[in-house]
């Protein structure tokens, strides 16, 4: 009886155990958010944020907040003609009641008020095409549509007689791919603020009007200049469209974007045209998807590791020491590497990256300890992690080694964002799969141009007048 009765403690303890294992493991899922996964910021609940000292793994810079000491300011200043004028001069002394007509001037102050004006009507302009007969052989002369004009190809184009303008058309792609905003308010604030009255149908269709004329010129235009670029970012996140799951794939550069839409396998990856060729250093995060680019050198993104690191920190900090450790290493020598490269070193010196390696292996061999004999969930993820980083180290302190190579793939996470900003604009999905790649297209125009510092309206108006603007090099010379 006694046997039984131990047997059956030692069952409810194991059970037990089991039991507080599970809770532990679904506590720390539950307490998963941007800083500790892969989640984007956008998923974290308000209400549970924490607070952005615990969040970020940025360090104090230990400068005040707002503009620095030394650095130039800005204001509006006064314009010499402006559009209206109003003189606000005393009538009568406030002194004696004496009428100041014809007093003498003592002073004077201006100041300028600086506002839009109400929107004009639209500008119609009409095109006659005049046809003329040859008093000598009978033939008749009609000239094309677009002869001779900075609207012609809008004016030749099929339909109906009354067309809209590209200065039009540029401001309603701003409104729906420029600033995301839907179709339905994309459209009333066109008439709010251009004066001009268009169709839902007709916004819906700006998208694939820029992105056909994207295609043509822009889009291989950026793959050549990306292939040959030194160091390249890319990343991926998911976009849903026609009820089912795609991709958006980015490969970009500080001042180049080019995304494409596809699945997430080796091929779609590819389909970009740019990655297969790539030689350069390619900075990515931690997926396998893009091991078999084997003419690139890679370079792993810290901040995913250092999100990875404070998974298992957060979950156990005393009994898994070795991931803050790891974190701290990776932060010393990304502090080192942006110390060396404000110094216009080449390379960080020897004894440097020595102290570097060999806390980065101190931390490892800590995490060893820290996690032999143990089962479960934590320690097999943690077990992991560590594997990855004694894999892969060259790979994580591409960094460190090569001063050419940023800390983070954040570019490419920036380059990206917009995916899902216009998604939940649009209602968490896209109608169709067509109008996705079509975001990408425009997406990756604009924020090329904008890298350059070219204002997206003005590179949409020179879209729709005189073709694609084109990058002139890789980087402004």
């Not at 998963?32 to 793994?57: F, I």
């Not at 004066?195 to 700006?206: E, I, M, Q, R, W």
Request: proline fraction near 6%.
């Amino acid at each position: 009886m006694v046997e039984q009765l131990l047997a059956r403690v030692q069952e409810l303890e194991s059970a037990l155990a089991q039991r507080d294992q599970r809770i532990a493991e679904l506590e720390r899922q539950l307490g998963q958010d941007s800083s500790n996964s892969s989640r984007p910021p956008s998923s974290d609940a308000p209400w549970g944020k924490k607070p952005a000292k615990k969040r970020s793994s940025r360090s104090r810079s230990g400068l005040k907040p707002g503009k620095q000491p030394g650095m130039s300011s800005s204001s509006r200043s006064l314009i010499d003609d402006p559009d209206e004028m109003v003189v606000i001069s005393p009538e009568r002394c406030r002194g004696c009641d004496v009428s100041l007509a014809g007093a003498p001037e003592s002073g004077r102050e201006r100041r300028q008020v600086v506002d839009a004006s109400p929107v004009p009507p639209p500008v119609v302009t009409e095109y006659q095409r005049v046809s003329k007969t040859c008093v000598c052989c009978g033939t008749v002369n009609t000239p094309a549509w677009d002869a001779g004009d900075v609207h012609g190809d809008v004016v030749a184009t099929a339909g109906s007689p009354v067309r809209i303008g590209p200065e039009t058309l540029a401001r309603a792609a701003l409104l729906t791919c420029g600033h995301y905003l839907p179709i339905g308010r994309s459209r009333q604030l066109l008439e709010a603020l251009a004066g001009v009255d268009v169709s839902t149908g007709f916004l819906a269709g700006v998208r694939g009007r820029a992105a056909r004329k994207l295609e043509k010129t822009f889009l291989p235009h950026v793959r050549d200049l990306l292939i040959g670029a030194p160091v390249l970012h890319a990343d991926e996140t998911t976009g849903r469209a026609a009820g089912a799951l795609s991709y958006v794939h980015v490969a970009c550069t500080e001042y180049l974007t080019l995304l494409h839409v596809g699945g997430r396998t080796k091929g779609d990856i590819d389909a970009g045209g740019v990655l297969p060729a790539f030689t350069g250093v390619l900075v990515r995060d931690g997926y396998a998807g893009y091991e078999h680019l084997t003419g690139a050198v890679h370079a792993w993104c810290g901040a995913h590791l250092l999100r990875d690191l404070r998974s298992i920190s957060d979950a156990d900090p005393v009994g898994q020491l070795w991931a803050s450790a790891m974190a701290d290493t990776l932060l010393e020598a990304h502090h080192a590497a942006r110390a060396a490269r404000d110094n216009n070193a080449e390379a960080l010196d020897a004894a440097t990256l020595a102290r570097i390696r060999n806390h980065y292996l101190g931390a490892l061999a800590r995490g060893d300890d820290d996690n032999r004999d143990l089962c479960g969930q934590l320690p097999t993820e943690a077990l992991t992690l560590i594997g990855r980083f004694r894999r892969f180290e060259d790979m994580i302190l591409r960094f460190a080694t090569d001063l050419t190579v940023p800390f983070s793939n954040n570019m490419a996470e920036r380059a990206v964002r917009p995916v899902k900003i216009q998604q939940r604009t649009s209602g968490g999905t896209w109608r169709t799969l067509t109008g996705l790649i079509d975001f990408a297209v425009v997406q990756s125009y604009l924020d090329t141009a904008t890298k350059w510092g070219i204002d997206k309206l003005h590179a949409l108006r020179e879209l729709f007048t005189t073709g694609a603007w084109l990058p002139p090099a890789l980087t402004p010379s």
